[in-house]
C-alpha cells in the first residue's frame, strides 16, 4: 500500500520477498496471497479514487507533476479513450507508469467495478511472475546451500589428508636415516 501512493516501498521487492518466504516455508501461501493481493488492490483503488473525487485540478497541482506532467497527462487521456481497459491492464508492468495510470484512470471517470476487474487481473499476474521470481530465488539458495555443505565436507576431508600426509612426510623425513648413518 505505501509503495502505491509513492512511499519508497516498491511492490515488486515485496512480492519478490514474499515468495522467497513462501519457498523457506516462514509463511503460508493462502494467507499470504490474500495479504498481498488485498494490498495490491486497495492501493491501486486508492489512486484511483483520488484521481475520481479530485479530477484534472489534482493532477495540474504543482506538487503532482513529479508524477503525472500536464502532458503526460494528455497523452494518457487521449489513449484512455478507446482502450481504457488495456491500459490498466499494462499500465502496472510499465515502468514509472503505474500510478499514473490508476491516477488517469480515477480522472477519466472509469467505472470503478471496469476498474478493480482489470487491475484484478492484472495484479494477479503481477503476483504470479514476482512471487515466482523469488520462490524459485528461494529454492535455488536452499539447493545452493546443500551443494555448499557437500563441498564443506570434501573441503574438510581434502585438509586433514593433507595435514595427515603432511605429519606422515616430517615423520618418515625426520626418521630416516642420514647417508652418514647409512654408510
Known amino acids: 500500500i505505501l509503495g502505491g501512493i509513492g512511499l519508497p516501498f516498491p511492490e515488486d521487492t515485496t512480492l519478490i520477498l514474499s515468495g ?5 516455508q516462514v509463511i503460508r501461501p ?10 495490491l488492490l ?3 483503488f486508492f489512486l484511483y479514487s483520488v484521481g475520481r473525487k479530485y479530477g484534472r485540478t489534482l493532477v ?3 506538487r503532482f507533476h513529479r508524477i503525472l506532467s500536464p502532458d503526460r497527462l494528455s497523452n494518457l487521456e487521449g489513449k484512455f479513450k478507446n482502450r481504457d481497459g488495456w491500459m490498466v491492464l499494462l499500465g502496472r508492468h510499465l ?8 491516477l488517469v484512470s480515477g480522472v477519466m471517470r472509469m467505472s470503478p467495478a471496469k476498474f478493480l476487474l482489470f487491475d484484478a487481473v492484472s ?3 503481477t503476483i504470479l511472475v514476482m512471487g515466482g521470481i523469488g520462490y524459485a530465488g528461494g529454492n535455488s539458495i ?10 564443506e565436507q570434501i573441503a574438510i576431508l581434502a585438509i586433514a589428508i593433507l595435514i595427515a600426509g603432511g605429519f606422515l612426510f616430517y615423520y618418515f623425513k625426520s626418521n630416516r636415516p642420514s647417508k652418514a648413518n647409512r654408510e
Not at 522467497?20 to 523457506?24: G, R, Y
Open 20 to 24: 522467497f518466504l513462501l519457498a523457506h
Open 30 to 39: 493462502l494467507p499470504a496471497f490474500l495479504v498481498i493481493y488485498g494490498g
Open 142 to 151: 536452499q539447493a545452493l546451500r546443500r551443494g555448499l555443505a557437500r563441498i
Open 60 to 62: 495540474e497541482h504543482k
Open 95 to 102: 515502468l514509472g507508469l503505474r500510478a499514473q495510470v490508476f
Open 42 to 44: 486497495l492501493s491501486d
Open 123 to 125: 495484479a494477479l499476474f
